[in-house]
T-cell receptor, first 114, second 112 residues
Framework: DAGITQSPRYKITETGRQVTLMCHQT?????MFWYRQDLGHGLRLIYY???????DKGEVPDGYVVSRSKTENFPLTLESATRSQTSVYFC?????????????FGSGTRLTVV | AQSVSQHNHHVILSEAASLELGCNYS??????LFWYVQYPGQHLQLLLK??????LVKGIKGFEAEFIKSKFSFNLRKPSVQWSDTAEYFC??????????FGKGNQVVVIP
């Protein structure tokens, strides 16, 4: 049961570079999400997707781009990385809107922008 | 938009002590509430959830939470903690678009 896989686990990049974080799930869940986790802020939603080719902004979308051409993949791209985007990024998936469905999280990507 | 407040961000207690973490939410729609736990260096894992029925919800590892609608609260409890409960705990509320809003978390340290 591979579940939800994020890659890479760790990434160091330079300011101004483009970087893509990958997320892959094996359950065919409709919903996928990207969160960033920062000390003192908890988890904040960047983008989410209700289905393939349907994406929407979350709380902190600026500087990020997402796509979802296939149900199982939901990559997150930082178009021009800034130091403020140094964070731990978590991808999550969910079966549906109904109340009983929670999220399943990936193991996270620790991104450092220098 | 929904929001969550968690109090006492840092909690230090001894093994066998009781734990209670407060969570208050703000959301006008049908309430779906969750507690997640994040052990050091790991991803978030679901502890328990409430979406309907009995307001006292039991989760994994001896945790429970009580939904009190009149107080907009969903407090997490464990009668006797262990060293292995050292972790960060997050309360979350889900909106009608299936988006989870998280509180800022409670860092719990259990001293052997």
């Amino acid at each position: 049961d591979a579940g939800i896989t994020q890659s890479p686990r760790y990434k160091i990049t330079e300011t101004g570079r483009q970087v893509t974080l990958m997320c892959h799930q094996t359950w065919s869940h409709s919903y996928m999400f990207w969160y960033r986790q920062d000390l003192g802020h908890g988890l904040r939603l960047i983008y989410y997707s209700a289905a393939a080719d349907i994406t929407d902004k979350g709380e902190v979308p600026d500087g990020y781009v997402v796509s979802r051409s296939k149900t199982e993949n939901f990559p997150l791209t930082l178009e021009s990385a800034t130091r403020s985007q140094t964070s731990v990024y978590f991808c999550a998936s969910s079966e549906g809107v109904q109340g009983g469905y929670g999220y399943t999280f990936g193991s996270g990507t620790r991104l450092t922008v220098v | 938009a929904q929001s969550v407040s968690q109090h006492n961000h840092h909690v230090i207690l001894s093994e066998a002590a009781s734990l209670e973490l407060g969570c208050n939410y703000s959301y006008g729609g049908t309430v779906n509430l969750f507690w997640y736990v994040q052990y050091p260096g790991q991803h978030l894992q679901l502890l328990l959830k409430y979406f309907s029925g009995d307001p006292l919800v039991k989760g994994i590892k001896g945790f429970e939470a009580e939904f009190i609608k009149s107080k907009f609260s969903f407090n997490l409890r464990k009668p006797s903690v262990q060293w292995s409960d050292t972790a960060e705990y997050f309360c979350a509320v889900k909106d009608g678009n299936n988006r989870l809003a998280f509180g800022k978390g409670n860092q719990v340290v259990v001293i052997p």
